[in-house]
């Protein structure tokens, strides 16, 4: 049995605002959508791709992580395209950064659909949730993070999987 102070805390986190992570939430969607515009109807009745959604809906995802995931994984494609796969690391997140703000057009390269594999798009979130944990002032101190565990924390201090906001069908029959 752990003493009392390294107990598991199962309570939202104190800083925690829902009405600001709601906004944050349909922001995503918004940059999500334009960044996908052209690789998601690409993607989205791809069989391989619908086996890692159907497995992701398993897990408790809601659309915004996938296109969060999604986003990051063809930043990180083109980003490595266009700067090198041994970029500075300063120069690379300025790429990625790019990447993730801006809408995609047609003449940007065509991200592969393996890049949004059921790995790829884990990664991803990951990433995601380390630049939540990051921005509330909370530092990982893991070369190698406990993943399960980053997930875990994300769900129950912040309702990183309970919170939704209404938004369009993006992996619905109609929508494909």
Known sequence: MC????EWVNTTHPRFNESEELKRIKRRYSVGLDGLRFSLPRVVNNPDFRK???ALRAEGWKDWHVLLAMLNAAANYRA??????????????????????????ADRPEVPVDK????????????????????????LHQQTPN????????????RYFDLDVTHPGIFDAAHR
């Open 52 to 54: 890692t959604l159907d």
């Open 80 to 105: 490595t395209l266009k700067l090198g796969a041994n970029a500075d690391i300063q120069e690379f997140q300025k790429g990625m950064n790019a990447e993730v703000l801006s809408a995609e057009t």
């Open 116 to 139: 949004f594999s059921l790995s790829a798009l884990k990664m991803f979130l990951l990433m995601a949730i380390c630049s939540l944990l990051r921005a509330e002032g909370l530092e």
């Open 3 to 6: 003493p009392p102070a390294l």
């Open 147 to 158: 993943i399960d565990g980053l997930f875990k924390y994300a769900g129950a201090r912040w």
